[in-house]
């Protein structure tokens, strides 16, 4: 297990959902529940090693990594939280295609106007801490990939804040970063031709599909509540989504009905698996959210603890695996439904 300490210096403070600020689930919290049940399942624990931009900037364009690098500084240097008692960044105006309708993008002279220029909801508030954060999950993220590079069979990032929303682009849903494509991509330059990420996450990882969607070499399955049964990210996740130019086939999701448990849930796992198997991967990545479990408040899936750890025996039996942490929220559960799915991903390895 791959872990910084800095992971815990987010602090979104919430979240706007519908127009109302309240608590977030994505807490500071969920770090610490893992780092302890980890450590007490006897888990080898590696600090995350500082990594150059340049892994970033092979998945990410160079403007959104500095916007988030920089945007909590401008927030407070426009003295929003002192002046207007606004704590944390949160967008009010987007740059969607239809305000633009062909004007060039430009970057506004408020910080509260640029806040929307790269974040597509009002879910993902960003506080003092947050870059420290962020910058250390994808560190963690690139360690384990190192490990795995290196021979280990299986290597586990605790990474907080989660990922697998963000696009080349654009962020949002609790994520800033996608430290799982910044994984893939990692393990494609240390030699592995072909990579599959699958992501367990309750929800689509629109994110990673969008920066593997035009690529063969990394394939992204996923399996996630349906997007049309209206569930975030509400557009993308549908199964008519193959993939383009290059990547055509080398993408496949298979949404599940909200209520969906164990025996449908592990025969979309084991369909991944069989994609993989067909392709052939020369590494994997998994994005490991526990969101779909039964008593997690973000997903209606009903996910247990053993469907975890069958899913983890499956998906280490295909390769040599970086597991990355996305969402779950169920504070109570979350330690045991991790641990399961890494022992299962040992298992399936051995
Ligand atoms: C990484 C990850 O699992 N991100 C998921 C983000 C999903 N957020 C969407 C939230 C939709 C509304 N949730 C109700 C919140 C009420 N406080
Ligand atoms: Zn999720």
Redesign the pocket.
């Known amino acids: 297990m791959v872990w910084s300490a800095d992971c815990l210096r987010h602090e979104p403070g919430g979240?706007v959902?519908?127009g109302v600020w309240?608590?977030?689930?994505?807490v500071p919290e969920r770090a610490a529940v893992l780092l302890d049940a980890l450590t007490s399942a006897g888990a080898r624990i590696t600090d995350a090693a500082t990594h150059s931009d340049e892994a970033l900037l092979a998945v990410h364009d160079a403007e959104l990594v500095t916007h988030l690098a920089t945007i909590w500084a401008d927030w407070e240097a426009g003295r929003y939280p002192a002046e207007y008692r606004r704590s944390r960044v949160v967008p009010y105006v987007f740059p969607t295609p239809g305000l633009l309708a062909g004007l060039p993008l430009r970057s506004p002279a408020a910080a509260h106007g640029r806040a929307g220029r790269f974040c597509y909801?009002t879910?993902t508030l960003v506080g003092p801490g947050s870059w420290a954060a962020i910058r250390a999950a994808a560190d963690a993220a690139l360690t384990a990939a190192d490990l795995v590079a290196s021979g280990e069979p299986a290597a586990y990032a605790l990474c907080r804040?989660?990922?697998?929303?963000v696009t080349a682009s654009a962020y949002?849903?609790?994520?800033y970063l996608n430290n799982a494509a910044i994984a893939a991509q990692a393990l494609r330059r240390a030699g592995a031709d072909r990579v599959a990420v699958l992501d367990i996450?309750?929800?689509h990882?629109n994110g990673t599909q969008a920066i593997f969607y035009h690529r063969d070499d990394v394939y992204y399955g996923s399996l996630h509540v349906d997007p049309g049964a209206g569930?975030?990210?509400h557009y993308a996740g549908y199964a008519d989504e193959r993939g383009t130019g290059d990547g055509l086939g080398a993408n496949r999701n298979l949404p599940l009905a909200p209520g969906t448990g164990d025996p449908d849930w592990l025969t979309a796992v084991e369909g991944l698996c069989t994609d993989v198997r067909d392709r052939g991967a020369d590494a994997l990545v998994v994005s490991l959210?526990v969101?779909a479990a039964a008593g997690d408040?973000?997903?209606p899936l009903r996910v247990t603890d053993d469907a975890y750890r069958r899913a983890g025996e499956l998906i280490g039996a295909l390769g040599p695996v970086v597991a990355v942490q996305?969402?779950?929220?169920d504070l109570p559960s979350l330690g045991r439904l991790v641990v399961a799915a890494l022992s299962g991903l040992l298992a399936g390895a051995g």
């Open positions: 979240e959902w519908l309240e608590a977030g689930t994505e909801d879910m804040p989660p990922g697998h929303h949002g849903g609790s994520c996450d309750a929800h990882g569930w975030f990210p959210g969101d408040p973000e997903s996305e969402g779950g929220y």
